[in-house]
Nanobody, 127 residues
Framework: QVQLVESGGGLVQAGGSLRLSCVASGRTFSSYSMAWFRQAPGKEREFVAAISSSGGSTYYADSVKARFTISRDNVKNTVYLQMNSLKPEDTAVYYC????????????????????WGQGTQVTVSS
């Protein structure tokens, strides 16, 4: 059983920065790509960013491109999300997720491709 534990959320003013972390249990972390999703109140869960198993390829939603950076440390079993130039519309609960299979999911943005999720960490951006 894989456990994912996020941390690093909080309250920040618009234009500020936060760094989220997600620590994974188990020995297979480096074999899987990882992703971050977010869910705002009353909205569906949406894709934010993903990273390949080696960290060599990254993918972003258009809404966060050039502001957010996903990275990973396979020695520490941790994936990060550096969030800069935060906007009030970035307010959401942020989740890390691991896909069902090795390699990149066929549809990166689809939550159905992922079967392990963390408990989420709240990010609130004030205007």
């Amino acid at each position: 059983q894989v456990q994912l534990v996020e941390s690093g959320g909080g309250l920040v003013q618009a234009g500020g920065s936060l760094r989220l972390s997600c620590v994974a249990s188990g020995r297979t972390f480096s074999s899987y790509s990882m992703a971050w999703f977010r869910q705002a109140p009353g909205k569906e869960r949406e894709f934010v960013a993903a990273i390949s198993s080696s960290g060599g390829s990254t993918y972003y939603a258009d809404s966060v491109k050039a502001r957010f950076t996903i990275s990973r440390d396979n020695v520490k079993n941790t994936v990060y999300l550096q969030m800069n130039s935060l906007k009030p519309e970035d307010t959401a609960v942020y989740y890390c997720a691991r896909p069902k299979a090795w390699g990149l999911p066929r549809s990166l943005p689809s939550p159905h491709e992922y079967n392990y999720w963390g408990q989420g960490t709240q990010v609130t951006v004030s205007s």
